[in-house]
């Protein structure tokens, strides 16, 4: 297994475009998490699937921002009409059974840069 | 208002002496804490967790230690190591949360 993998690992796009994201967790894991980090922050929470339910949203997630599981697999996470507060770090994180004693495993992230 | 904050944006030591890194936390219903590392250009990772029914948990070199009643933790790292020099993150969760607080993170420098 080669761990958590997020594509694009960058992505510069101008404001008002939509972009996707991609994230596919360590294959046993059911659980899947998107969090975003800006600048001297640490990751905040957006959301969390339990295979393809989504069970949780942070108010941080707001109608412009969707994401799917569809298969209890990958996930995408959608921006549309990006703004320029958009740029920031999204990292994806995966665990088997919930992270309180082992914490997640997190993948590299996607960059994202809105001009 | 940031739940869990790590005041000290920055820390140097030198190699072979410890590193204590701290956090704070202002929420009393965080029961569950966790630690990462993260080296530039990759997610971070897991280090080291703690309960709120515990006081200490040791792995290796690095030890947690929490002290519920100033809403305190810290990690310890002993020797500290060059490799260790990296952003670390404290986190918290309550309640059997499925998603953490994250602190804004020292910067940790070990100088050979």
């Known amino acids: 297994d080669t761990g958590v993998s997020q594509n694009p690992r960058h992505k510069i796009t101008k404001r008002g475009q939509n972009v996707t994201f991609r994230c596919d967790p360590i294959s046993e894991h059911n659980r899947l998490y998107w969090y975003r980090q800006t600048l001297g922050q640490g990751p905040e929470f957006l959301t969390y699937?339990?295979?393809?339910?989504?069970?949780?949203k942070s108010r941080l997630l707001s109608d412009r921002f969707s994401a799917e599981r569809p298969k209890g697999s990958f996930s995408t996470l959608e921006i549309q009409r990006t703004e320029q507060g958009d740029s920031a770090m999204y990292l994806c994180?995966?665990?088997?059974?919930?992270?309180?004693?082992?914490?997640?495993?997190f993948g590299s992230g996607t960059r994202l840069t809105v001009v | 208002d940031q739940q869990v904050k790590q005041n000290s944006p920055s820390l140097s030591v030198q190699e072979g002496r410890i590193s204590i890194l701290n956090c704070d936390y202002t929420?009393?219903?965080?029961?569950?804490f966790l630690w990462y590392k993260k080296y530039p250009a990759e997610g971070p990772t897991f280090l080291i967790s703690i309960s709120s029914i515990k006081d200490k948990n040791e792995d290796g070199r690095f030890t947690v230690f929490l002290n519920k009643s100033a809403k305190h933790l810290s990690l310890h790292i002993v020797p500290s190591q060059p490799g260790d020099s990296a952003v670390y993150f404290c986190a918290a969760s309550e309640d059997y949360g499925q998603n953490f607080v994250f602190g804004p993170g020292t910067r940790l420098s070990v100088l050979p």
């Open positions: 929420n009393s219903m965080f029961d569950y």
């Open positions: 994180a995966s665990s088997l059974d919930g992270p309180r004693q082992y914490g997640y495993t």
């Open positions: 699937f339990q295979n393809e339910a989504q069970l949780e």
